[in-house]
């Protein structure tokens, strides 16, 4: 059996990354996380990323380096996150409630959907490094 891969881009800027607020399901409606989605199969983990950002954000990124862990969602899903760089556009919540920027002080606060709380701190990490 195949995994089904989903990607997550952590997008920092100025000392501040990029979160989402879900819209659905219910569940996690409200809860923040690192914008992506689903690797479509036979596509490129770092292609589906960009095309996942530009369908949700409107923007166009560089995808850089793995960032942490891979998060086990089920047992057909791994969740991957990975650097990006903005290179066009201004990030508008297409598929999301809200985005705002948020610092390596107030990743502890943020209400994170689960999956994406298990990179807290590497997020910090890199934060603090940018």
Not at 44 to 67: K, S
Not at 120 to 128: E, G, H, K, Q, S
């Amino acid at each position: 059996m195949t995994k089904q891969i989903v990607v997550a881009g952590a997008m920092i800027s100025r000392g501040a990354l990029l979160v989402a607020q879900r819209d659905r399901p219910a569940e996690l409606a409200g809860l923040w996380e690192l914008p992506g989605g689903k690797v479509s199969p036979g596509e490129d983990e770092t292609d589906a990323l960009a095309r996942e950002l530009r369908e949700e954000l409107g923007v166009d990124v560089t995808v850089g380096e793995r960032l942490g862990a891979e998060v086990a969602l089920s047992d057909t899903m791994t969740l991957r996150a990975y650097r990006v760089v903005l290179r066009a556009g201004s990030p508008r919540p297409h598929d999301h409630r809200a985005l705002r920027w948020v610092r390596a002080d107030d990743l502890e606060s943020v209400a994170w959907v689960p999956a994406d709380r298990a990179w807290v701190a590497d997020l910090a990490d890199a934060l603090r490094a940018d």
